[in-house]
C-alpha cells in the first residue's frame, strides 16, 4: 500500500488541533505545578513553606538542605540499594513476566484459562503479613537483598496486560504463517514477538522499576539490617515523624527532629525522585507504531 | 624411659589445653541480641557504634547483636519479629504495648522478685528508696512479672499534657492584662484580632487563638478544663471523676456542651482558627514563628519556636475560669508519669537470663543510666545541688546521693554558625543524634531516652534561663498551674488491662472516639442545636459510652 | 458426547500441549513464584477464623469460627464503613476511568512530536510525589487563611471555602486530586495500546475524508478497547480496596462520617490495636467483594465486548 501525502489539512482539523493544543496545555501545566512546588521548596525555608507563602518562586532561598542531605550516610546507602533491587528486580520481572503474558496470550494452549484463574485469584486472597513471613522466614530469605530483588517483581496485574497486548496486537495469521515455515515457538517469540512488542515491554518495564524505586513495604517487614534498606524507606522516616500520624508522646525529642526533618525533607524527596522521573523519557521511543502490522494484512 | 617422658609429655599437653579452655570459656562472650527502636536523627549505622554499648559490653561481657526498629513504623516491624525468630530481649518501652504482653504471655520469661533482687540490685534499691509501689506497677493480673520498666518515673514536665500559653508582649503592646476567666480571655481575643497587636503595622493578620486538631497537645478539647471536664485526646481521655474518685461522664454534660457553645461563637467572631482541624503541625509551628498566633494550649513554646525571643513571649497561664465551674486539668500520676512499663523484656529464646539481668543491672547504675540517656557526664550533663550548681568532677557518692540524682542538661552556645558546627562536631565526635537548626539545648542525644534503664529523679530546671529548653514549661507547672490547685488528683491509671477485658473493650468501643471528636468539631465548626445535641447523646449510647465510663471506673479500682 | 470422541479430543489436547511445551516452560517461572509466595502463605487465611496470637502460633491458636466476622457485621460502623468505602470509590472509577483515556488520545493526536513527548513527559511526573506530600502542598495552597488560592479568590472579590477541612468538599478533593495526580500515570498503557494500531486505518480515513476527530472516534477508540475494558475490570476487582495513606492524611474530626474507610478501620483496629484476627477477617471480607466484583463484571465485559480476563 503506498502511503499518500496529506499535505491539505481541513479547517476542522486546524480547530480540532487547536482545541487539543489547549486542552493538553492546560493539562501540562495542572500537573506541572507539583513538581515545581516541590522543587522550590527544597531549597526554601520551612517556614515559607508551611506557611503557605510559597506560590511559585523560592523564599529564603537556602541550599543547605542539600548539603545537611548529602551529609546523611542512609542517604547515599538507600540510594544504592534502591539503584540496586530496581534494576535487577525490573530485569528479573522482565524475564519471568513478559514470556508468561506471551504463552498465556496463545489461544490454542490447552488450560490457559485455568492457569489464568489460579494466577489471578492470587490477586485477591493471600495470607497476609503474618504467613507470608512465616514462609519467607523459612526459606531463610529474610534480611536478604536477594528477597528485595525478586518480592514484587512478578505481578499478575502485569502479567493479564502483557497477555491483553499480545492478544490484539500479534494476530494469529501471523503465527500460522510461522509454524507453516517451521519456526518453532521459542524461535517465534525471540524473533517476532519480542521486536513487536516494544512498546509493552517499555511499560511493563518502567511499571516495574517504579514500583521498586518506590517500595518501602517489603524492606521495612523483611529485613532489620539498615544496610540493606532501601531509599524510600528512609524517606518516609522523614515524611512521617510529622504528620502526627505518630503521636510520639515524647515532646521533648520532636521539637529537634522537626526542625531538622522540616529543612531536609522536600531536598531528599527532590532526590529520591529525580532518577525514576528521569527514565521515562528514554522509554518514549519505545512507543512507535508497530511497523509490521500493515504489511501482514495483504 | 622414652615412654615415661613421652607418657608425661603427653600429659603436660593436655593438661595445658583443659586449662587454656577453661580460660578461654570464661572468657567467651555471651552472644545477645537485643531488639530496640532506633531514632529517625541517628547518625551511627547500628547502635553497637555507640560509646556506651561498647563500655557496657565491655564491662558485662557480652557481644550484642543489636535489631533496630525503625521509629514510627515500628508496628509491621514488630509484627513480622513475633512471628519469626525471637530475639532474646526487648529494650523498647514505647512499642511494648501492655496488650503484646498479655495476649502472648508464653513467649516471655517471666521474673520474680526474688530474681529481680538478686541479680538487679541496683535497680531494686534505687527504686525501693525514691518510688513508692513500683512491684505493683510491673506486675500483670496473672501475679507474673514479665518486664522491668524504664523511663522517668517522675517528671514535673508530664504531670500534664498541653497548657495554655499567652502572649505577653502582645498584652503589653495593647495594654491588657492576663486574662482570668473566659469573658475576659474573649475580649483579650478581639483585641488581638482587630489591633495590631504583633507590631508588623498590619492589623489584620493576627490570629487570636490557634490550635491543630492532629496534634494532642494542642487540641481544642483540651480547653474543656475550664469547665471543669479534664479529658486528653491523646490517651482517649472522655471522662470525668467526681468527688468521690468515681469515673463519670464528660462528653454528655450541659458543662460540655456549654464549652461546645462557647467556642462556637469564638469560631464565629473568628477569634480561634477554625482551620486548625484540618492543618498540619507544620502549618501550625509556621504560624507560631511568623508572629502570628496569640494564645495557644500547647507543650511548650519552644518546642513551636525556634527564636528564643519570639518564645520568650509567651507565658503560661491558668486556664480562664468560667462562672459556675471549677478549673480541672487533665493530670499523669507524678509516680509513673513517663514511664513504660515493659522497657526490658526477657524472652523465652533467651538461654542465659542471668546474663541480660546482668546487662540491665550494669545499665540501672544511676550515672550509667543517665548517661546511657543524656550521654557522657561532665560533656554533656552533670549532677546539680540544690543551687543549681554542677557538682563537679571531685563529687563523691555521698554528695551525689545527698542531691537526689538531680541533673542538668549542659546546653553549649548555638547562636553563631561556628558555634553550632562546633557543637554538631562534639556530636558527631561522639557518635550521637545528627542536628541541624538555630538553637539546640536538647535533653537527650543518644535515642533511648525512652528506654533509659531506670527511673529517673525529676529534672531540676531551677535555673533562672528560661531559654534552655523546657523551662519556661516547668516554671508555668510549677510556679503558675500547681499554686492554682487545678490538677484533677485522680489520673493515670497504673492498673494493667487484662486481655479479654481489653478486647472486649475494644469491640465495645469501636468508634465511639470518632463520634465524640465529630460532634466537637462539628459543633464548634456548625453550633450545637438541640437536635444535634439529643441526636449526639443517642450516638453515644448506641456507641457504648456508659460502658466505656463504667469500664474505666472499674479500672481504677482495680475491679478488672 | 461419544466416549471416542471424548478420546480423540483428549489425545488431540494432549498432543497439542506436547507441541507447546516451550509455552508451558515460559510460564513455569511465574507460575513457580506465584506458588511459593502467593499460595504457601495462604493458609493463613484461617487466622481469620481463630484467636490468633503468637505464642500459639498461626495453627495453634484457639478456633472461633466467624466471631469476627459477626462482630464486625453487627458492629455499629458496619453501614457506614462500607457505605463510605463504596461510594468514594465509584467516584474515584467514574471521574478517574475517562481522563487517562482522554488524555492519551489526545496525546497521540497533537502534530507536534515535540510537544507530545514533553507533555506525556510532565504529566506522569505528579505520580511520584507521594500522597503525604500531596496533601501536604494541597493543605498550603487552600488555605483559608494563608494559601495562595484563598489569595486569589479574595481578590477577585469571593470568599474562599474551607475545602480542605469540611466533609461535604472531601469526596470531592479526594477524588479529583487523585485524577490530577494519577492521569498521566494511567494514560501510559492507552499510550503503548494506540501504538499497535495499523497506521494503514488512519491513513485510508484520510482518503476517505474523515476529519481528526472523526478518525480518533471510529479508530482509535476501538482500537484500545480491550485494553479499556482490561482495565475497567480490573479496577472494579479492586473496588473495596481503597489505599490507606491517602484517606487517612486527609481525615480530620470534622470529615470522619465521609472519611472512615474500611482500610483506615484495619489499620486503627488491626495493627494499632494488635487485633490480627480481626483486621485478618476484614481484610477477607473484603477480598470476597473485590472478587465477587470481578467475575461479574469480567463476565458482563465478556458478553459485551468479548474481552475478559479468562
Same mark, same amino acid.
Given at each position: ?42 531549597? =526554601? ?5 508551611? =506557611? ?72 485477591? &486472597? ?21 528477597? @528485595? ?51 509493552? @515491554? ?18 521495612? %517487614? ?6 540493606? #534498606? ?21 515532646? !521533648? ?44 494484512? =495483504? | ?110 521474673? $520474680? ?137 464528660? %462528653? ?26 484540618? #492543618? ?96 557522657? *557526664? ?62 539546640? $539545648?536538647?535533653?537527650? $542525644? ?22 534552655? /529548653? ?62 444535634? /445535641? ?27 | ?11 488431540? $489436547?494432549?498432543? *497439542? ?36 496470637? &503468637? ?5 495453634? =491458636? ?15 460502623? &458496619? ?12 467516584? !474515584? ?34 505520580? &511520584? ?19 495562595? %488560592? ?91 480496596? @481503597? ?7 486527609? #481525615? ?59
Amino acid at each position: 500500500m503506498k502511503r499518500m501525502n496529506m499535505k491539505r489539512v481541513s479547517a476542522g482539523d486546524h480547530l480540532t488541533n487547536l482545541l487539543f493544543y489547549v486542552l493538553l496545555g492546560v493539562f501540562v501545566v495542572l500537573c506541572f505545578y507539583p513538581i515545581w512546588y516541590v522543587l522550590v521548596a527544597s531549597i =526554601s525555608d520551612p517556614t515559607y513553606v508551611n =506557611s503557605g507563602a510559597l506560590i511559585t518562586l523560592p523564599r529564603g532561598v537556602h541550599f543547605t538542605a542539600y548539603k545537611y542531605a548529602f551529609d546523611q550516610p542512609q542517604l547515599w546507602i538507600g540510594y544504592g540499594n534502591t539503584l540496586c533491587y530496581t534494576f535487577f528486580g525490573t530485569l528479573f520481572g522482565l524475564c519471568v513476566c513478559i514470556p508468561c503474558g506471551y504463552a498465556l496470550s496463545r489461544r490454542d494452549l490447552p488450560f490457559r484459562g485455568i492457569i489464568m484463574g489460579i494466577l489471578v485469584f492470587t490477586m485477591y &486472597f493471600s495470607g497476609g503479613l503474618i504467613p507470608t513471613y512465616v514462609v519467607i522466614n523459612t526459606l531463610n530469605l529474610v534480611n536478604t537483598r536477594i528477597l @528485595l530483588i525478586i518480592l514484587g517483581s512478578v505481578s499478575v496485574y502485569n502479567i493479564v496486560l502483557i497477555r491483553t497486548f499480545c492478544q490484539s496486537s500479534i494476530p494469529e495469521e501471523l503465527r500460522e504463517a510461522a509454524s507453516i515455515d517451521g519456526c518453532s515457538n521459542t524461535r517465534f517469540f525471540f524473533s517476532i514477538v519480542l521486536p513487536l512488542s516494544k512498546a509493552i @515491554l517499555a511499560v511493563i518495564a518502567l511499571y516495574i522499576a517504579v514500583h521498586h524505586w518506590n517500595s518501602y513495604y517489603n524492606a521495612l %517487614v523483611y529485613t532489620t539490617d539498615t544496610r540493606l #534498606q532501601p531509599l524510600q524507606l528512609y524517606l518516609r522516616q522523614l515524611l512521617l515523624i510529622n504528620t502526627g500520624a505518630e503521636d510520639l508522646g515524647d515532646p !521533648d525529642a520532636l521539637k529537634e527532629m522537626q526542625q531538622m526533618i522540616a529543612s531536609i525533607r522536600y531536598a531528599v524527596i527532590v532526590l529520591s525522585s529525580l532518577p525514576i522521573m528521569c527514565l521515562y523519557p528514554f522509554l518514549q521511543k519505545y512507543f512507535v507504531q508497530g511497523v509490521m502490522i500493515g504489511s501482514i494484512k =495483504s | 624411659m622414652t615412654k615415661r617422658i613421652l607418657t608425661l609429655a603427653l600429659c603436660l599437653i593436655l593438661a595445658l589445653c583443659a586449662l587454656t579452655a577453661a580460660a578461654l570459656a570464661d572468657e567467651e562472650p555471651v552472644e545477645l541480641t537485643i531488639c530496640t527502636v532506633r531514632r529517625t536523627t541517628d547518625i551511627t549505622s547500628s547502635y553497637s557504634e555507640k560509646h556506651w554499648v561498647q563500655a557496657l559490653e565491655k564491662a558485662c561481657n557480652v557481644k550484642i547483636k543489636w535489631i533496630e526498629l525503625l521509629e514510627g513504623q515500628t508496628d509491621e516491624q514488630l509484627t513480622a519479629l513475633l512471628a519469626g525468630d525471637l530475639p532474646d530481649i526487648f529494650w523498647a518501652g514505647k512499642i511494648m504495648k501492655d496488650s503484646i504482653i498479655s495476649q502472648n504471655t508464653s513467649l516471655w520469661r517471666p521474673l $520474680t522478685e526474688e530474681e529481680i533482687r538478686t541479680y538487679v540490685p541496683n535497680l531494686a534499691n534505687f527504686l525501693d528508696e525514691n518510688v513508692d509501689d513500683w512491684l505493683n506497677f510491673i506486675t500483670y493480673p496473672d501475679g507474673n512479672i514479665y518486664g522491668l520498666a524504664g523511663g522517668k518515673m517522675h517528671s514535673t514536665m508530664h504531670t500534664t499534657q498541653g497548657i495554655p500559653y499567652i502572649n505577653t508582649q502582645w498584652l503589653e503592646r495593647l495594654g491588657l492584662e492576663k486574662p482570668t476567666t473566659m469573658e475576659e480571655l474573649k475580649q483579650v481575643l478581639i483585641a488581638f484580632r482587630d489591633q495590631d497587636a504583633n507590631g508588623n503595622g498590619d492589623p489584620n493578620d493576627e490570629i487570636p487563638f490557634d490550635f491543630c486538631d492532629s496534634f494532642n497537645k494542642t487540641q481544642l478539647i483540651n480547653c474543656a478544663a475550664s469547665w471543669g471536664l479534664p479529658m486528653y485526646n491523646g490517651g482517649n481521655v472522655f471522662y470525668d471523676f467526681d468527688d468521690a474518685g468515681n469515673v463519670v461522664g464528660a %462528653v454528655n454534660t450541659d458543662a460540655y456542651r456549654s464549652f461546645l457553645e462557647f467556642f462556637y461563637e469564638l469560631g464565629q467572631e473568628k477569634l480561634i482558627n477554625l482551620e486548625g482541624f484540618s #492543618q498540619s503541625y507544620d502549618q501550625f509551628t509556621a504560624n507560631c514563628n511568623a508572629d502570628r498566633v496569640g494564645f495557644f494550649w500547647g507543650w511548650g513554646p519552644c518546642n513551636y519556636i525556634t527564636d528564643s525571643d519570639l518564645f520568650l513571649q509567651f507565658e503560661a497561664m491558668v486556664p480562664p475560669t468560667v462562672e459556675g465551674y471549677p478549673v480541672k486539668m487533665y493530670t499523669a500520676n507524678l509516680d509513673f508519669a513517663n514511664a513504660f512499663r515493659n522497657d526490658f523484656v526477657i524472652t523465652r529464646a533467651c538461654k542465659n537470663w542471668e546474663k541480660a539481668l546482668e546487662v540491665w543491672n550494669y545499665a540501672s547504675e544511676p550515672t550509667t543510666a543517665l548517661e546511657i540517656c543524656n550521654g557522657e *557526664r561532665f560533656l554533656f550533663w552533670d549532677y546539680v545541688d540544690a543551687d543549681g550548681n554542677f557538682l563537679g568532677e571531685d563529687a563523691t557518692e555521698e554528695d551525689i546521693k545527698a542531691c537526689g540524682y538531680r541533673y542538668l542538661v549542659k546546653s553549649y552556645d548555638t547562636s553563631t554558625p561556628e558555634a553550632l558546627a562546633a557543637y554538631n562536631q562534639l556530636l558527631t565526635d561522639w557518635n550521637y543524634d545528627w542536628l541541624v537548626g538555630k538553637t539546640f $539545648t536538647g535533653s537527650n $542525644t543518644t535515642g533511648l531516652v525512652d528506654g533509659a534503664p531506670l527511673m529517673l529523679e525529676a529534672e531540676n530546671y531551677e535555673t533562672d534561663d528560661l531559654t534552655v /529548653w523546657g523551662v519556661q514549661r516547668y516554671v508555668g507547672i510549677t510556679d503558675v498551674l500547681e499554686p492554682a490547685n487545678v490538677f484533677c488528683p485522680y489520673y493515670m491509671n497504673k492498673n494493667i488491662v487484662p486481655a479479654e477485658a481489653q478486647e472486649e473493650f475494644d469491640f465495645m468501643t469501636d468508634g465511639l472516639y470518632e463520634v465524640i471528636r465529630g460532634f466537637c468539631a462539628t459543633s464548634v465548626m456548625n453550633g450545637v442545636t438541640d437536635e444535634s /445535641w439529643s441526636s449526639y447523646l443517642n450516638d453515644l449510647t448506641t456507641y457504648n459510652y456508659d460502658f466505656y465510663v463504667d469500664f474505666y471506673n472499674r479500672l481504677f479500682h482495680n475491679e478488672l | 458426547m461419544q466416549p471416542s470422541v471424548k478420546r480423540k479430543h483428549r489425545q488431540q $489436547t494432549i498432543r *497439542r500441549m506436547i507441541d507447546n511445551r516451550a509455552l508451558y516452560l515460559m510460564i513455569l517461572p511465574a507460575f513457580l513464584y506465584i506458588l511459593i509466595f502467593h499460595y504457601w502463605p495462604m493458609y493463613g487465611v484461617q487466622i481469620a477464623f481463630r484467636n490468633f496470637n &503468637f505464642a500459639d502460633g498461626i495453627t495453634g =491458636s484457639k478456633w472461633v469460627g466467624m466471631k469476627w466476622f459477626n462482630y464486625f457485621f453487627h458492629s455499629n460502623n &458496619f453501614s457506614t464503613l462500607v457505605r463510605n468505602t463504596l461510594i468514594l470509590s465509584f467516584y !474515584d472509577l467514574l471521574a478517574g476511568f475517562p481522563v487517562p483515556i482522554l488524555l492519551a488520545l489526545i496525546m497521540n493526536a497533537v502534530p507536534s512530536r515535540r510537544f507530545r513527548k514533553v507533555s506525556q513527559t510532565i504529566t506522569y511526573l505528579p505520580h &511520584f510525589i507521594s500522597v503525604i506530600v500531596l496533601v501536604g502542598m494541597m493543605n498550603s495552597m487552600f488555605s483559608v487563611n494563608s494559601g495562595w %488560592v484563598s489569595t486569589i479568590v479574595r481578590a477577585l472579590g469571593g470568599t474562599p471555602t474551607y475545602i480542605m477541612g469540611e466533609a461535604k468538599y472531601f469526596r470531592h478533593v479526594y477524588v479529583w486530586s487523585g485524577v490530577w495526580q494519577q492521569m498521566g500515570w494511567n494514560s501510559i498503557i492507552y499510550l503503548a495500546a494506540l501504538t499497535s494500531i495499523d497506521p494503514g486505518l488512519h491513513e485510508a480515513a484520510m482518503i476517505d475524508g474523515a476529519g481528526k476527530l472523526r478518525r480518533i472516534i471510529s479508530i482509535d477508540l476501538p482500537g484500545i478497547l480491550p485494553t479499556m475494558s482490561i482495565m475497567l475490570i480490573l479496577r472494579f476487582g479492586s473496588i473495596m480496596s @481503597l489505599g490507606f495513606d491517602k484517606v487517612y492524611s486527609m #481525615q480530620n474530626a470534622l470529615n470522619y462520617s465521609v472519611s472512615e474507610v474500611l482500610s483506615t478501620h484495619i489499620y486503627k483496629m488491626g495493627i494499632q490495636s494488635t487485633k490480627y484476627s480481626y483486621s485478618a477477617a476484614v481484610s477477607l471480607f473484603n477480598n470476597v467483594i473485590n472478587f465477587i466484583m470481578l467475575v461479574t463484571v469480567n463476565r458482563i465485559s465478556g458478553k459485551l465486548s468479548g474481552n475478559s480476563l479468562w
